[in-house]
């Protein structure tokens, strides 16, 4: 909005140029998502507590985590309250992507809210059928595939799949793009919610990814920047950094609070909409393959849960003492401490992984 607001004005103040560049408007992002998230966070938890909304811890945990009965949970409503805002802020809201964006982060969240308000509302950890959350993600994912293609304004936006390292691939995915943006959205959605099971660990996870493809889609916005690193030009996927910077900013403010020991948690609410803005983010910039570099904590959490079932019912025999992969260490007497900053550490080092894929081509 300052974006429309203040620009205009730069022939009568000259300073007001700044407003645009990106650049600036996402250190402004980051700056007001923050100091938002600082200045809301302690009411939003004492209202949390007010009207308890408080977390029921499953038997099947680790005994550790029965401290934790009552904690504040749907944390996630102060996170998105501060990605939004600040997005609609300092984003140039013409552009369409910003809009798509905001969207399918709150459509997840949406779901994720109405399995948060069944938990708590049943008092037990059972809200909505894993079906129907399922069928409800693959819906929002499936119709954000479907409008890519054609979303008015910009250039038209084409269902290819690039790929990271290999310039002159290029695949166009045809009617097979939708159920492909489905799988991305749908699955980094779920390896956040299933990585959300230690105080700031998805929130931290998150933190780095949005803070990666700040700079994946400033790339893919810049026509010259693109063209010299080689990556698929995104007329427009630019504005997405500002989104990116809001990400930040709403993470660590997130994390100000959510940090161990934790005095809220941010709910399906906001795992699931973290993991589908971060996946229709990773859509619009053509960088979804390196979705599971950036995302490399997700992935390894996701993954741990499939092969644990998986030899679960197929050997009767567990790999992991118990799935996700941070439950593993826990039951191996690593202090929850310790498991959150190493595999923090990992996150770091998957993104810095990943930005190398912009010039090993
Ligand atoms: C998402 N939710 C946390 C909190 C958070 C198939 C199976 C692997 C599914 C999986 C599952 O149900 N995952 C659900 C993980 C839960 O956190 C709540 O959920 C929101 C995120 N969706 O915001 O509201 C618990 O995590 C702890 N927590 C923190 N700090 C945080 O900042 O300590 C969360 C955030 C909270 C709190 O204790 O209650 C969760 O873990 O449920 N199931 C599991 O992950 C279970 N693993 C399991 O069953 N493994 C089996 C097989 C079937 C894979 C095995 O290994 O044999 C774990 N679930 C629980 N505890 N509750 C086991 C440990």
């Given at each position: 909005m300052l974006y429309h607001l203040l620009y205009p004005l730069s022939d009568q103040f000259a300073p007001f140029n700044v407003f645009r560049y990106i650049t600036f408007r996402t250190a402004g992002a980051v700056a007001t998502a923050v100091l938002l998230a600082l200045l809301c966070g302690p009411a939003f938890i004492r209202t949390l507590r007010r009207l308890?909304?408080?977390?029921?811890?499953?038997?099947?945990?680790?005994?550790?985590?029965?401290?934790?009965?009552?904690?504040?949970?749907?944390?996630?409503?102060?996170?998105?309250?501060?990605l939004v805002v600040p997005t609609l802020l300092w984003a140039n809201l013409a552009n369409v992507y910003v809009w798509l964006a905001v969207?399918?982060?709150?459509?997840?969240?949406?779901?994720?809210?109405?399995?948060?308000?069944?938990k708590v509302r049943r008092g037990r950890n059972l809200g909505l059928t894993a079906r129907g959350k399922f069928l409800a993600q693959v819906g929002v994912a499936a119709l954000a595939g479907a409008l890519l293609p054609q979303l008015p304004g910009g250039a038209p936006f084409?269902?290819?799949?690039?790929?990271?390292?290999?310039?002159?691939?290029?695949?166009?995915?045809?009617?097979?793009?939708?159920?492909?943006?489905?799988?991305?959205?749908?699955g980094s959605s779920n390896a956040v919610?299933?990585?959300?099971?230690?105080?700031?660990?998805?929130?931290?996870?998150?933190?780095?990814?949005?803070?990666?493809?700040?700079?994946?889609?400033?790339?893919a916005g810049n026509r010259v920047v693109a063209s010299y690193l080689q990556v698929p030009?995104?007329?427009?996927?630019?504005?997405?950094?500002?989104?990116?910077?809001?990400?930040?900013?709403?993470?660590?403010?997130?994390?100000?609070?959510?940090?161990?020991?934790a005095e809220v948690?941010?709910?399906?609410?906001?795992?699931?909409?973290?993991?589908?803005?971060?996946?229709?983010?990773?859509?619009?910039?053509?960088?979804?393959?390196v979705l599971a570099l950036v995302g490399g904590l997700f992935v390894?959490?996701?993954?741990?849960?499939?092969l644990q079932v998986a030899s679960f019912k197929l050997r009767g025999k567990r790999i992991?003492?118990?799935?996700?992969?941070?439950?593993?260490?826990?039951?191996?007497?690593?202090?929850?401490p310790k498991i959150i900053v190493r595999f923090w550490i990992l996150s770091g080092l998957f993104a810095l992984l990943s930005l190398s894929t912009l010039k090993l081509r």
């Open positions: 308890s909304v408080g977390q029921n811890i499953r038997e099947v945990g680790p005994q550790s985590h029965q401290v934790k009965a009552g904690t504040p949970t749907m944390g996630g409503l102060l996170i998105l309250f501060t969207g399918v982060t709150l459509a997840f969240g949406a779901i994720g809210f109405l399995d948060d308000f069944l084409s269902p290819t799949l690039a790929f990271p390292f290999l310039k002159d691939l290029v695949i166009d995915l045809g009617l097979l793009y939708v159920p492909f943006v489905v799988f991305v959205l749908v919610n299933l990585t959300d099971g230690l105080d700031g660990l998805a929130i931290g996870a998150t933190l780095i990814a949005a803070g990666t493809y700040a700079v994946f889609t400033y790339v030009y995104v007329a427009g996927a630019g504005e997405l950094t500002v989104f990116c910077g809001a990400l930040v900013g709403a993470s660590v403010g997130f994390l100000w609070f959510n940090s161990h020991p948690f941010m709910g399906d609410v906001g795992s699931l909409a973290l993991g589908g803005g971060i996946g229709i983010v990773a859509v619009i910039a053509k960088q979804e393959l390894l959490e996701a993954l741990s849960v499939i992991f003492r118990m799935a996700p992969l941070h439950h593993h260490f826990e039951l191996g007497g690593w202090a929850e």
